[in-house]
Nanobody, 125 residues
Framework: QVQLVESGGGSVQTGGSLTLSCSAT??????????MGWFRQAQGKEREVVAA????????DYHRAVKGRFTVSRDNAKKTLTLQMNSLKDEDTAMYYC????????????????WGQGTQVTVSS
């Protein structure tokens, strides 16, 4: 029903930048009716939310650890979600996942139903 595919991960030096993308294939409803989120899970740690963006893109919520460094955006016409990551730190190293939930408004506390397979981001000095 909802397929999400992340791309753009890789290795980058501390202080560098990386852009992640998530492409959505949705069979029944339009992409613009889904809230979207970015999550990450570092090895040995629990998954944590990075950012959540409302279905129309007008409301965005960030985890405090990435606020001011990461920017989430979406293109409903292209059915894509983007995470621009700047000033990367070693602790940003993790598998990054995009997620979707069919609600209009969401926050970093929203539970998401649909998940992608993830893309690895490795930051090192």
């Amino acid at each position: 029903q909802v397929q999400l595919v992340e791309s753009g991960g890789g290795s980058v030096q501390t202080g560098g930048s990386l852009t992640l993308s998530c492409s959505a294939t949705i069979l029944k409803y339009t992409y613009g009716t889904y809230c979207m989120g970015w999550f990450r899970q570092a090895q040995g740690k629990e998954r944590e939310v990075v950012a959540a963006i409302s279905s129309g893109g007008g409301s965005i919520d960030y985890h405090r650890a990435v606020k001011g460094r990461f920017t989430v955006s979406r293109d409903n016409a292209k059915k894509t979600l983007t995470l621009q990551m700047n000033s990367l730190k070693d602790e940003d190293t993790a598998m990054y996942y995009c997620a979707a939930e069919r609600v209009g408004y969401c926050s970093t506390g929203t539970n998401f139903t649909y998940w992608g397979q993830g893309t690895q981001v490795t930051v090192s000095s």
